[in-house]
């Protein structure tokens, strides 16, 4: 599925699958869809597997004065309907994140949600868990990976003042971090960068105005800074 810039408020992607066979399963492959939730002004979006469908649902955020929400997009090969993610009416959605296969029930992944009141773990059915406390109200952008030493992804934000990240485990591991990384963070991500069999989790790629810096274990490692 390939993702094209917003076109007059209205996200377009493309549905391409590769060799199919002449009954396909996926009548609307080698089309391209409108994603167009009314008078909302779509932002960013995820991949994830969350309707259950066994192909990628596409969740976007999407806002209007006064108002923020995500919509998804459930198995757009298959059909095209879009619909605000179930349970969340009352929630002001500024951000989200892909929790991969952490949906209880089943295989399929989960969402953290980052609002206006807080952080909230978020599966397709409507159920929603409070994560956190207060703290993560000013948080203004989050990103998932394996930010300790176990194999759950665990839930990253970048905090009010734009220089902080703080870290909100979902596993056994249980380390919750804080770190000042010493300038704005314009972005950053989780990802295995330097693999090593005595750092089992992810690095935090921190991108600032000057540099790339590294969040490991709710340290910066000055070390690997590269200008």
């Not at 992804?153 to 220089?163: C, E, K, L």
Request: charge should be negative; charged fraction near 15%.
């Amino acid at each position: 599925m390939n993702l094209s810039p917003t076109v007059g408020g209205a996200l377009l992607f493309a549905v391409s699958v590769a060799a199919l066979p002449s009954q396909s399963p996926y009548p609307l492959a080698g089309t391209v869809l409108p994603f167009t939730p009314g008078n909302w002004t779509t932002g960013r979006s995820v991949i994830a597997n969350i309707s259950g469908h066994g192909l990628p649902d596409l969740v976007v955020l999407a806002s209007q004065p006064g108002r923020s929400t995500a919509f998804v997009a459930a198995a757009p090969a298959m059909h095209c309907t879009t619909h605000v993610l179930p349970g969340t009416a009352d929630l002001t959605i500024r951000d989200v994140a892909v929790l991969p296969n952490a949906d209880p029930r089943s295989a399929r992944d989960a969402l953290a949600l980052l609002t206006d009141g807080g952080l909230w773990f978020w599966t397709y059915g409507g159920s929603k868990q409070h994560l956190g406390n207060s703290t993560w109200n000013s948080a203004t952008r989050i990103r998932t990976g394996l930010a300790d030493a176990d194999d759950t992804p665990d839930v990253v934000g970048r905090m009010g003042n734009a220089r902080n990240l703080r870290c909100h485990p979902l596993g056994a591991g249980m380390t919750t971090w804080f770190v000042d990384t010493g300038a704005e963070v314009v972005d950053f991500l989780l990802t295995d960068w330097c693999a090593s069999a005595g750092e089992p989790h992810d690095e935090i790629v921190v991108a600032q105005a000057d540099r790339l810096r590294f969040v490991v274990d709710g340290h910066v490692d000055a070390a690997r800074d590269v200008p």
